[in-house]
């Protein structure tokens, strides 16, 4: 058994319309731990459960932490019907996620789309959230942010080997906080998956940008959706350099929740990786005080 396998536990369960779908469960401390809320981290439109283990590892040793890979992502199922790619069927997934392990309180932990599906939780599931960690998102997403996202999500690019996929994202992101050759080694293989013809693979089902790139309605107001937050202890990480979460969208929030937690993380852009030294500090404090 790896030292990556026996931090956690590889966890299935069936969805309600017959996907099965994948979540890691790091089981947390012994003894009083269970009274303690279950961090859940909910990763990017197209990130997996992976991209949480060093958060993940930090807080074991006083949370239970669940790290869930939406369908058509990672270890989880490809859904045959590409409609089905939408926040209403992740978040029935997570709520169908939540029962099953018996989760009754936690901290949402969620990276960009994750961001966006804890600020819902906040409406559909209040009595479950004991906080909210924003990370790189908020109500206002601009176009050109979301537009680059999409630009390299529905086109599988894909890579001889790993040195190549390393490089390839390296080229791609330069604006994350991944500095040496290992830590990119690191990105890419929670990037790509290994095909049947013997190339590397996007970790992901091209079709989930379909649903979005198709939607010919009206962006939804988010905005009601973090203020069903402002009972709740909210901390927000930026990326300095983000596109996603520019400034206003950054310094609105901070008007619409009284006692917002912030955190900058400079010079990166979206999304910050949360290993980063502020953003560690900052969510470790957080979550203990929830």
């Known amino acids: 058994m790896t030292a ?30 269970h009274d303690r809320p279950v961090a859940l981290c909910l990763p990017g439109l197209a990130r997996n459960s992976k991209d949480f283990d060093g958060l993940a590892r930090r807080l074991m040793g006083r949370h239970r932490v669940l790290a869930p890979d939406y369908r058509g992502r990672g270890r989880s199922a490809y859904d045959p019907d ?22 009754h309180r936690a901290v949402v932990i969620g990276t960009s789309l994750g961001g966006i599906m804890g600020m819902a939780l906040g409406v559909l599931m209040p009595g479950v959230l004991a906080g909210v960690v924003l990370n790189d998102v908020g109500p206002d997403v601009p176009p050109t942010g979301l537009n680059r996202i999409l630009a390299y999500l529905g086109e599988d690019r894909t890579q001889p080997d790993w040195p190549a996929a390393a490089q390839h994202l390296r080229r791609m992101m330069p604006q994350l906080s991944l500095k040496t050759d290992e830590d990119w080694m690191r990105f890419a293989r929670c990037t790509y998956r290994e095909g049947e013809d013997g190339r590397l693979h996007y970790d992901w089902d091209p079709n989930i940008v379909r649903p979005i790139l198709e939607d010919r309605a009206p962006r939804p107001d988010l905005w009601p959706l973090f203020r069903s937050l402002r009972r709740l202890p909210v901390l927000v990480v930026r990326g300095g350099a983000s596109d996603i979460l520019p400034p206003a969208t950054f310094e609105r929030m901070v008007g619409e929740h009284p006692g917002l937690r912030t955190v900058v993380v400079p010079e990166v852009g979206h999304a910050p990786t949360l290993d980063e030294q502020p953003a560690q500090e900052a969510i470790d404090d957080f979550i203990d005080r929830c």
């Open 4 to 33: 990556e396998a026996a931090a956690h536990r590889d966890c299935h369960f069936t969805a309600q319309d017959g996907i099965r779908l994948y979540y890691r469960d790091y089981a947390g401390p012994a003894g009083n731990g």
């Open 82 to 103: 590409w409609l089905h790619y939408h926040p209403r069927t992740y978040l029935n997934d997570l709520r169908h996620l939540l029962t099953l392990a018996n989760v």
